[in-house]
């Protein structure tokens, strides 16, 4: 678009790359068309959020009106909001993403004062490419239902950074500014690293799947004591730690595994594999299975009546399970 003129002299040229650039994209297409590929899309796309359509049906009911109360003028909205929630400055430079694997505690993705050399850069920079490369960037991530989503998004760090960098450069031929600037980024880097390295540890513990390592290797010193393993689904889908920390042989698994129901959203997961089953064990549900190790998450087990044998705790000294012998 921006060199059409360009492109317009030169079509046999473009006529030739664009062909063969088809061509070569040509099986990962089939691939997300035809495969279960596609059903990632279909599971994290924004059409999947049925709260447009609730939304529609709910306001039709009010006043019957189907031409402003309709499934496409609501994900249409849906989508601009999608893709104006990646501007907004508490994602961008105050407490980043609301998913805990993707943001550090009380950190935006950008320092703070970024801000202010952002805004300084948006009135000097003046390259037609990094701002169409600014506006595009977030299409992706908007595109599901998830957002502001820093992973899908990332695309918008390079121009992002440069046109802090265009603020940044309007600035440094002050003596005054520069020695201000490499003490306040000087403190920003420094919070940064004991905000990571301190506090999440203690903060998110779940995010990263603490205690599975610990969790794993008990419980496949004494599996053979028990006919059945039951192990919370609470964080995340377990089943993938107790394979990998396990080094479980993939042919056994490939040849043995049970898979739950496809949800709302396309997904399905590993409900059974070998003696370990995985799902919700709150104790009213799971007290009457005996010769049983089971694994849960420490609100689902009562403090008295319960033959608790282990308990892992999270870095912060909370409880991540309690390991009961039934």
């Known amino acids: 678009i ?48 049925e709260g447009p359509k609730n939304r529609a049906i709910e306001l039709r009911g009010q006043d019957n009106n189907k031409y402003l109360h309709n499934k496409p003028l ?26 805990e694997r993707n943001k550090i505690p009380e950190t935006g993705l950008f320092y703070l004062t970024d801000a202010i050399l952002f805004f300084i850069g948006i009135y000097f920079m003046r390259s037609k490419f990094i701002w169409s490369w600014f506006f595009i960037a977030p299409v992706a991530a908007a595109l599901t239902f998830q957002t502001p989503h820093a992973l899908r998004a990332h695309n918008m760090v390079i121009p992002m950074i440069i046109i802090i960098a265009a603020g940044l450069s ?62 919370t689904d609470k964080y995340d889908q ?32 590993v409900r059974d594999f070998g003696k370990f089953h ?8 799971v007290k009457d299975v005996h010769n049983a190790l089971i694994v849960a998450a420490p609100e689902d087990i009562p403090d008295k009546g319960v033959n608790v044998i282990k308990t892992i705790n999270f870095p912060n000294g909370l409880p991540a399970f309690k390991i009961v012998e039934n």
């Open 74 to 99: 609501l994900y249409t909205i849906r989508l601009a909001q999608n893709y104006f929630d990646h501007w907004d400055g508490n994602f961008l430079f105050v407490n980043g993403d609301a998913i």
């Open 278 to 285: 995985f799902e919700n064990t709150p104790w009213d549900k």
């Open 170 to 231: 309007k600035l440094l031929n002050k003596k005054a500014f520069l020695v201000i600037f490499m003490i306040v980024y000087s403190w920003q880097f420094a919070r940064y690293l004991h905000e990571y390295y301190v506090h999440y540890p203690y903060q998110y513990p779940t995010a990263w799947e603490y205690g599975f390592k610990e969790l794993v290797a008990y419980t496949n010193s004494v599996k053979d004591k028990y006919s059945k393993i039951l192990v």
């Open 238 to 269: 377990p089943y993938i730690m107790f394979l990998f920390y396990s080094k479980y042989d993939p042919s056994s698994f490939q040849g043995d595994h049970k898979l739950t129901f496809r949800d709302k959203f396309n997904f399905s997961t």
């Open 2 to 49: 921006l060199n059409f003129r360009i492109v317009r002299e030169n079509l046999k040229q473009v006529g030739l790359a664009l062909g063969l650039g088809i061509v070569l994209l040509l099986p990962i297409a089939v691939s997300m068309v035809y495969s279960d590929a596609g059903s990632r899309f279909t599971g994290v796309g924004w059409l999947a959020d």
